[in-house]
């Protein structure tokens, strides 16, 4: 006897029973069965489906996770576990910056529906102020922080959360579950963008949580209502890129610790932003708490913001988009495409001035890399 060593990539959107008994049977599940393995309680892909399956519970395994889903993109992953656990009355407490789309959900979305978010400031005691005055739902944080690469306690934030009563919740993309694992921290939910570094090749779209039975079971209820459950060949593509993610994660994390420390000494750059240089001030947390700083840094280049964009425009081999984690390296100036729409006073907070660069590193050799910053900045 022999089985493929991949999954097979089940295409179909409905599951057919031997029996009526049976098909009875598997529609009176008001609520998921976690089995793994047999689909034995497969009904319809919306639900659930073999193949998102398979790569859910690789996710959960690689974020010592109990169960974990999929969901169509990031912001669908998001937008479902933070519906699946408020109502209307609700607050969440936030990191001070978060990627664009979730600042937009909670500001814009969430806000219709009475669910207010409110930032926290970096000072610690601050947060714990806020938190204990608001008792929010859920506090929801990302670390490292785009574009700026600030660290924030995991322990210390998860057991704050609960103190009060909130669910803690971090979107783990810019780390994956190669270099940080939240719920060991205590974390009750973790997200992901796997359009990012677990797919890694720039061509998939998707999304994940994990989390324990618990958490994950209403979210999966949330998943078959709202229909954000991903496509089972974009479950493969994932899949299949996630089985690389600790060797490019590696890789990539070590360059981007080449590259920073050759931006630190260069006259052009004022400073440098990545957790895994000794001076920067998430250092000491970071190397607690991640396994590797990361592939992503970010550096304020010596110049207006014409001349970043300049800068940015002399380079070969990184590429001008808006994502980050894969193979290609990627360059972006913050101030005039994530945080565009974020109003300027924000951006001056979060420190996103005209002349921050950020980068995503990804396969391409270190020197490579240096060669190309080195010809493209200019006193
Ligand atoms: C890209 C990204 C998202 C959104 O993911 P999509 O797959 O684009 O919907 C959420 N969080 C972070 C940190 C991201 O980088």
Aim: glycine content about 8%.
């Amino acid at each position: 006897m022999s089985h493929p060593i991949n999954p097979p990539i089940y295409w179909s959107s409905i599951f057919m029973f031997d029996t009526s008994e049976d098909l009875i049977q598997a529609a009176a599940q008001a609520r998921r069965r976690f089995v793994d393995g047999e689909t034995a309680s497969d009904l319809y892909t919306r639900w659930d489906n073999p193949t998102v399956r398979y790569l859910e519970q690789s996710l959960a395994t690689l974020e010592h996770a109990e169960e974990a889903l999929a969901f169509g993109s990031g912001m669908a992953a998001i937008a479902t576990a933070c519906m699946a656990f408020v109502t209307s009355g609700d607050c969440i407490v936030t990191s001070p910056a978060l990627y664009g789309g979730t600042t937009e959900f909670f500001g814009s979305f969430l806000s219709r529906f009475g669910v207010e978010a409110l930032a926290m400031e970096k000072d610690f005691s601050k947060a714990q102020a806020l938190i204990a005055e608001r008792k929010p739902r859920i506090v929801y944080i990302e670390s490292p922080t785009n574009p700026t690469l600030e660290i924030f306690p995991l322990r210390e934030l998860a057991s704050l959360a609960h103190e009060h009563g909130a669910l803690a919740f971090i979107d783990n993309t810019f780390a994956t579950p190669a270099l940080q694992n939240p719920l060991d921290y205590g974390f009750d939910l973790v997200i992901h963008s796997a359009t990012k570094a677990l797919g890694g090749h720039h061509d998939v779209m998707g999304g994940l949580v994990a989390g324990k039975r618990p958490i994950v079971d209403p979210i999966w209820q949330t998943r078959k209502l709202l229909g954000g459950i991903l496509d089972p060949l974009a479950a493969y593509m994932i899949y299949r890129g996630m089985q690389t993610l600790e060797v490019r994660m590696t890789r990539q994390s070590e360059t981007a610790l080449g590259l920073a420390r050759f931006l630190e000494t260069h006259p052009c750059v004022e400073q440098v932003h990545y957790p895994g240089l000794e001076n920067d001030p998430g250092y000491p947390i970071a190397s607690v708490q991640m396994k590797k700083p990361g592939s992503m840094l970010s550096f304020l280049y010596r110049g207006t913001g014409k001349e970043t964009a300049a800068m940015i425009d002399r380079l070969h081999h990184f590429h001008r988009a808006g994502s980050l984690g894969g193979v290609t390296s990627l360059v972006t100036q913050p101030a005039t495409t994530s945080h565009l729409h974020v109003p300027p006073e924000t951006r001056r907070r979060l420190g996103i001035t005209d002349n921050l660069v950020r980068l995503s590193i990804g396969l391409e050799p270190l020197n490579v890399l240096v060669d190309d910053l080195n010809q493209a900045m200019r006193l």
